[in-house]
């Protein structure tokens, strides 16, 4: 970008120098400072001077033949997109460079094909550990805490090993090939053999003893390789996505890239959740086509866990497309060393920050509300459609809604910030989740006085359970994805980098596991203590009262703290601004320099305004 500068106007300045030579480096000469092998920096922006014709209006009676110097600006290319001068601009498309859309466009892509697999995975697992004989919703909480979190322990132990001998390309194959082949030999191999490898007399023995309190415990036993696809679909979702993605996607793409496309991705997982609950629902109604004595949940399964290898194989291409055609960014060799938190120094800092434990009360708050709600709804739900495939055939369309919701509310989200701030936002999601709660649970305790009355609507009070309770997953789930998640990432950012740094890592070692695993703990000590989770229903209704009610408390405390922490981080920049003084360098036909400021009152006065 080059601006001719004239030489008689607001910029030029008086015949002697030497009044502003003090405004400039006075240790060198007029000289120095104008030939100067490196240019002087204004803020972002470099001068340097040339002698070119003039090419502007003669300035006191000058010739145009004589020779003046011009003030070249260059702005820096990465703030305004322009090219630096003499360097020869990008190819684009519709405004972006061709090598990020080199980058995007399959990032985008595996994303699709990740989220797309974790819609089947995560419907699937449910049908197969919560419809199979011998079990029922009440497995859940017992597999998230005794199977799933310490399989997810190892293998992040795992991981870490192998993260230290092989390069990052290995890393990533070694990971997801085990994945893509354990998804399809348990859809060709391990569930035909299922009645064969699966210990059904020992745990009808077992639980004949025991008692039906621990037919949770005993189930997980009874179909271990229901529960291992089950742990294994949980995996896909944390490693697969937050691991193995983003840590791709990080990789290979600058800041600005990310600021510009990463909102983008959410959306496109959300379009992926609607097409992968409708593949479900296709496969679900197979069945429908069958013969009698056809295991059409075994049909389903089959098709479903070959487009998951497919879409599998998808990845692999992509992530080998993109290091073999795409240059990576530079990156700076400096690199800052994240505070490792153990888990009791995790809690101490999480206990001596109010603010951090507001952050953190959210956090959990979520993981056992949902939880709480979600294992209960989904005993209902089978209740309601005890064979596979009908239940399938439900989860389909409740993907297929929470994926239209989402994308709805990712689109709202923007206004609901810019109109109502960061405290509004972050209270939806609770509020959301305590009167679809209230409603859910209302329907399973006084189901029987309301039955005349939904019976005019053709419902049962079961089925009304089953839809409020898929209401209420729905709208929990969309406002968590854009409202709570990006509330909770946005609480971080006034804090100091200290605080900053270390509380992230606090409430990654300490509240996701907490609020995860809190949920299913309680709901075991009710199963164990009233004998069934219908029983233990109204226990669970008030658990959730109390928990939702401190997540607003919390909320709103962390609101007041953010508005003042954000009020103090505007009041700096705007104290630094106006601490800044930028001189304005010019030349005059004779060749006077002058450089004022802004702020301060003393200046030369032009010589012609």
Known sequence: MEAVLQTRGLLSLPP????????????????????????????????????????????????????????????????????????????????????TLKKIIPLGLMFFCILFNYTILRDTKDVLVVTAKGSSAEIIPFLKTWVNLPMAVGFMLLYTKLANVLSKKALFYTVILPFIAFFGAFGFLLYPLSNHIHPEALADKLLAVLGPRFLGPLAIMRIWSFCLFYVMAELWGSVVISVLFWGFANQITTVEEAKRFYPLFGLGANIALIFSGRTVKYFSNLRQNLGPGVDGWAISLKGMMSIVVLMGLAICFLYWWVNKFVPLPTRSKKKKEKPKMGTMESLKFLVSSKYIRDLATLVVAYGISINLVEVTWKSKLKAQFPSPNEYSSFMGDFSTATGIATFTMMLLSQFIFDKYGWGVAAGITPTVLLLSGVGFFSLILFGDPLGPALAKFGMTPLLAAVYVGALQNIFSKSAKYSLFDPCKEMAYIPLDEDTKVKGKAAIDVVCNPLGKSG??????????????????????????????????????????????????????????RAAVKIPVVSESGNGSLASGSAETSETSTPSNI
């Not at 104008?34 to 240019?39: D, G, H, R, T, V």
Request: proline share 8%; aromatic share 8%.
């Open 519 to 576: 949920g299913a703990l309680i709901q075991q000590f009710m199963i164990l203590t009233f004998g069934s989770l219908a029983n233990s229903t109204p226990y669970l209704g008030g658990i959730l009262l109390v928990i939702v009610l401190a997540w607003l408390s919390a909320a709103k405390s962390l609101d007041t703290q953010f508005t003042e922490l954000r009020r103090e981080e505007e009041l700096e920049k705007e104290m630094e």
């Open 16 to 99: 002697h120098p030497t009044r502003v030579r003090s405004l400039l480096n006075p240790s060198q000469g007029l000289k120095q400072r104008l030939f100067a092998p490196k240019p002087l920096g204004l803020n972002g922006l470099s001068l340097s001077y040339k002698r070119v014709p003039s090419v502007v209006a003669k300035p006191n009676g000058l010739s145009p033949k004589e020779k003046s110097f011009i003030c070249k600006a260059e702005a820096a290319a990465a703030a305004d997109g322009q090219p630096l001068f003499g360097e020869t601009p990008t190819p684009k498309f519709l405004g972006i460079e061709l090598v």
